[in-house]
């Protein structure tokens, strides 16, 4: 009686330290993007469980998306935590166009890996890119320069442009070595500053507009139907 006695309270005990750590892995997530709705216009913050949350409002007049994804898969890498940014208004392009930087066969970030034509890049772009787009859809790379000063950030992972829009990914925070090394399960010691994340939109707003703006010399803005891709 007394052993079972024992190991009734101990599961007890072992269930509350789960639900605590539940409840504590789940704030300090939720903490991350709570602390940047202030950025947005008529912010929703939205959570289920323990995944990390996913921010949703207005910025400069059009709706935009911010999340974060853990990205456990890549070899002989620390886990990385990226922030994804997707702002919805129409840009002049036939379809997606897919930017992804350092390609590897473990990303997560890029739906481009579907798309089944890749293009040399203009000479002005980081070397390690990877142009992808479905067939036959591939607009004038030199009418995307605005796209630049993105791709040639350190932090930045991915850009996809639609014709509903753009997102990008960049590195948020790597795993914490220490803790990764003893029990393989990825902790990130991350903030992020409504300045960040201001810098950030900003930049996705410049480059739509510089889009626009090369389209409209042009003279002339496609219109098509391909609508935004997140990633697997």
């Not at 070397?127 to 950030?153: F, K, Q």
Request: proline share 9%; glycine share 6%; charged share 20%.
């Amino acid at each position: 009686m007394l052993l079972l006695t024992i190991l009734a309270v101990t599961g007890v005990l072992l269930v509350r330290m789960q639900m605590r750590h539940v409840r504590r892995v789940a704030e300090e997530r939720r903490s991350i993007l709570d602390s940047v709705r202030t950025v947005l216009e008529c912010s929703e913050l939205a959570q289920q469980g323990i995944d990390y949350p996913v921010l949703t409002g207005l910025y400069r007049g059009a709706p935009v998306t911010v999340a974060l994804i853990a990205d456990t898969l890549a070899l002989r890498e620390l886990p990385t935590l990226w922030l994804s940014v997707t702002r919805r208004e129409p840009l002049p392009l036939p379809g997606p166009v897919d930017l992804l930087l350092r390609p590897s066969p473990t990303d997560i970030v890029s739906p481009g890996e579907r798309f089944p034509a890749q293009h040399p890049a203009p000479p002005d772009w980081p070397a390690h890119i990877r142009v992808a787009t479905p067939a036959g859809l591939l607009p004038d790379l030199a009418e995307l320069s605005a796209v630049l000063p993105l791709l040639h950030d350190p932090r930045t992972k991915d850009v996809l442009l639609t014709p509903t829009g753009a997102r990008v990914i960049s590195r948020l925070a790597r795993a914490e070595l220490g803790q990764y090394r003893i029990v393989k399960r990825s902790k990130f010691d991350v903030r992020l500053s409504a300045e960040q994340l201001t810098d950030m939109l900003d930049a996705v707003c410049a480059m739509a507009e510089g889009i626009q703006v090369a389209a409209t010399n042009r003279g002339g803005m496609p219109s098509a139907d391909a609508t935004l891709e997140g990633p697997r």
